[in-house]
């Protein structure tokens, strides 16, 4: 029999109403504990990958400047050098210390920050052209916060003319040295002038006795001078000759010179960080 609603009471809609059954049958009474009454509901789940995670590292250590091929740094020598020119000094050149003065100046008209760094540079001497030839070894650069720098530069210099290189005096002291050598040889020469030798004596007497020459007399002991100071002169221009061998020209240039470090390989500058502080 249905029920007749009471149209008055509009909470009877709800409360009277039938509800499904739980097991797919005819809908129930109402007038059950309603256990049986409730069917799951439809739930929409949404899934999504975790980002990894990312430890932070700190900014300081992941700091660095690239310095490209082409680079121009520009600075002045804080000790000058005595380049040597002999073939010995091309596998070991002589080291210098450079003070950066500017802005390195790089590719597309960027700049990078380098005042104030340090710069060791090695060169050689060369007769013909006389000059300096310099080529950077290590850069090294301390900033305001502690962090370091220091990494190897391939590098050269170029002087003031704009040509590589830095012009420089020649100074020599071979010719002093040949000039005593020559000297010595002279005397030497001259010394033999005052040499005297004997002459044999034929005797045409018929005589029994026979005839004797003194060694010792005023003529021998003065060829035996004179041999004497002869073979020492000779010794001594010897020496003076094998002195000019071992020394050689150098080409000697003065600190304070301006000179440009011109790039020759890419070079990254990384940041190191220390304990220090700037005082």
């Known amino acids: 029999m249905e029920k007749k609603l009471d149209y008055k009471d509009p909470a009877s809609f709800f409360r009277d109403a039938p509800l499904p059954d739980s097991k797919g049958g005819a809908p129930a009474t109402g007038k059950g504990d309603g256990r049986d009454a409730t069917k799951p509901g439809i739930q929409i789940v949404s899934y999504s990958q975790k980002a990894p995670e990312v430890e932070e590292k700190d900014n300081k250590d992941d700091e660095s400047i690239y310095l490209p091929s082409g680079s121009i740094l520009t600075g002045v020598l804080i000790n000058g050098m005595d380049a040597p020119t002999s073939q010995g000094a091309r596998r070991d050149p002589f080291p210098s210390t450079l003070r950066i003065q500017k802005e390195a100046i790089l590719p597309n008209r960027f700049r990078a920050d380098v005042r104030e760094c340090f710069l060791i540079v090695s060169g050689y001497g060369d007769l013909s052209s006389e000059r300096a030839y310099l080529r950077g070894e290590t850069f090294s650069c301390v900033r305001d916060d502690g962090g370091v720098i220091e990494a190897k530069l391939d590098s050269y210099a170029v002087g003031e003319d704009g040509k590589a290189g830095v012009r420089g005096r020649v100074v020599s002291k071979q010719g002093q040295i040949i000039a005593k050598s020559l000297m010595a040889g002279f005397l030497?020469?001259?010394?033999?002038?005052?040499?005297?030798?004997?002459?044999?004596?034929?005797?045409?007497?018929?005589?029994?006795?026979?005839?004797?020459?003194?060694?010792?007399?005023?003529?021998?002991?003065?060829?035996?001078?004179?041999?004497?100071?002869?073979?020492?002169?000779?010794?001594?221009?010897?020496?003076?000759?094998?002195?000019?061998?071992?020394?050689?020209?150098?080409?000697?240039?003065?600190?304070?010179?301006?000179?440009?470090?011109?790039?020759?390989?890419?070079?990254?500058?990384?940041?190191?960080?220390?304990?220090?502080?700037?005082?």
């Open 188 to 279: 030497g020469g001259v010394s033999e002038a005052f040499d005297v030798n004997p002459v044999p004596v034929v005797s045409t007497n018929p005589g029994s006795n026979t005839q004797y020459q003194s060694v010792f007399s005023d003529q021998m002991l003065q060829g035996a001078a004179v041999k004497g100071a002869s073979k020492a002169l000779d010794r001594i221009a010897q020496f003076y000759i094998d002195m000019a061998e071992g020394i050689f020209p150098v080409i000697e240039v003065d600190a304070g010179r301006q000179v440009d470090i011109i790039v020759t390989k890419g070079t990254k500058l990384q940041i190191r960080s220390t304990g220090g502080t700037k005082k």
